[in-house]
């Protein structure tokens, strides 16, 4: 007796092998895994900005100044109107751990002020951490002004400095300040002359 032949299996017989759909953890886990990489990376780059900042601020240039100027002499003869010219100087001093670059420095006074400096501005080209650069200058007034600075702060010699700089790292500072000052007197021919002290604000 012959034996039936098994019909051939035709694939649109039979049903398709298909693969059970993840669990929704998987899906979830598969979502979060390049989220947590990517506030990873975000959380480095923040840590490197704020490294750099801080590492900016610890060596970058720090500039202050002081004001000097010269005693005036007051002599009884000279008439009241006469122009006295003295010699002055803000020294500059870089307290930083770098040099300070293209040192731009303006000397303002009020509008009113019976006092005229020379020069109103000037450039230093570099100072070195730790260094300090004299700007001189010149400060003119009548013998009447002169006079009324030696005993009223108001009357006396007042500007504002400012200086902007540019730090190794290209960054730009500008620094400004105040100076109000009693101008120094000695009387010529009198060994009891008085003097004033400058009094820096």
């Not at 490197?48 to 590492?55: G, L, P």
């Not at 006469?82 to 010699?87: A, P, Y």
């Not at 040192?103 to 570099?126: C, H, W």
Request: with cysteine.
């Amino acid at each position: 007796m012959k034996k039936r032949p098994k019909p051939a299996q035709q694939a649109s017989d039979s049903p398709e092998n298909v693969a059970d759909r993840p669990h929704r953890l998987t899906l979830l886990i598969g979502i979060m895994s390049p989220s947590l990489a990517l506030v990873a990376l975000i959380v480095s780059l923040v840590s490197v900005n704020i490294a750099q900042t801080s590492m900016q601020i610890g060596q970058r240039a720090y500039l202050t100044y002081e004001f000097r100027m010269d005693e005036y002499k007051d002599e009884p003869l000279r008439p009241m109107d006469e122009q006295v010219t003295l010699q002055g100087e803000v020294e500059i001093k870089n307290l930083g751990n770098t040099p300070a670059y293209d040192i731009d420095v303006t000397l303002a006074p009020p509008t009113k002020s019976s006092f005229a400096l020379t020069p109103m501005s000037g450039r230093i080209i570099s100072i070195g951490p730790h260094a300090s650069r004299p700007f001189p200058m010149r400060i003119t007034s009548t013998r009447s002004g002169y006079r009324g600075a030696m005993f009223f702060d108001n009357a006396g010699l007042r500007f504002e400095g400012s200086i902007i700089c540019r730090d190794v790292f290209g960054e730009t500072h500008k620094e400004s300040q105040w100076f109000s000052t009693l101008i120094r007197r000695q009387i010529v021919g009198n060994p009891d002359f008085f003097k004033q002290l400058p009094l820096l604000k």
